[in-house]
T-cell receptor, first 111, second 118 residues
């Protein structure tokens, strides 16, 4: 079945440093979604990428979808303490007709 | 305002008991999902539904069942609770938007239910 792998599992940064998490799928995706979960909270949708090679930006966050639609990345520029949380990707497989979440990358930011 | 709610928020039960977790959404979304989240793991899909009377098994469906009798609700039942089912359970819903170009869209998650099976 479809597998979605996310790396790294944990990332500790100093406030102001950049952060990147990577998502890789074993199958070609229809679209990919990114979510953020604050400690003790529930996942909250950040963005969806649909097109091959798509790049979207939200303030300090940059999301990319690979040309082959099998990988994606989330990059945060100049992290802030408010960026703390776990970032999940969810890959939608056309054949399976459902999404599979990666295990997430937990970001901690030291002030 | 439209929302998605889960009840109870916390539940402690004993091994072998039947437990039902409620999920209710007021967005009129066709798609609803149940996930479990364990420490060190992401969100694992238990069951999902694309509309009334439609239910499908996810990757970790053994020991769980769902029914969809209306658009708003997707209750999750643990037939005979086991300690391995101690977890945080999240319900989610998403709209079906055929013109969006995506298979399906943003999932809205409920606040979660923390279930402990002793």
């Amino acid at each position: 079945g479809q597998q979605v792998m996310q790396i790294p599992q944990y990332q500790h940064v100093q406030e102001g440093e950049d952060f990147t998490t990577y998502c890789n799928s074993s199958t070609t995706l229809s679209n990919i979604q990114w979510y953020k979960q604050r400690p003790g909270g529930h996942p909250v949708f950040l963005i969806q990428l649909v097109k091959s090679g798509e790049v979207k930006k939200q303030k300090r966050l940059t999301f990319q979808f690979g040309e082959a639609k099998k990988n994606s990345s989330l990059h945060i520029t100049a992290t802030q303490t408010t960026d703390v949380g776990t970032y999940f990707c969810a890959g939608v497989d056309t054949n399976a007709g459902k999404s599979t979440f990666g295990d997430g990358t937990t970001l901690t930011v030291k002030p | 305002d439209a929302e998605i709610t889960q009840s109870p928020r916390h539940k402690i039960t004993e091994t072998g008991r039947q437990v039902t977790l409620a999920c209710h959404q007021t967005w009129n979304h066709n798609n609803m999902f149940w996930y479990r989240q364990d420490l060190g793991h992401g969100l694992r899909l238990i069951h999902y539904s694309y509309g009334v009377q439609d239910t499908n098994k996810g990757e970790v469906s053994d020991g769980y069942s769902v029914s969809r009798s209306n658009t708003e609700d997707l209750p999750l039942t643990l037939e005979s609770a086991a300690s391995s089912q101690t977890s945080v359970y999240f319900c989610a819903s998403s709209p079906y938007l055929p013109t969006s170009g995506a298979l399906y869209n943003e999932q809205f998650f409920g606040p979660g239910t923390r279930l402990t099976v002793l």
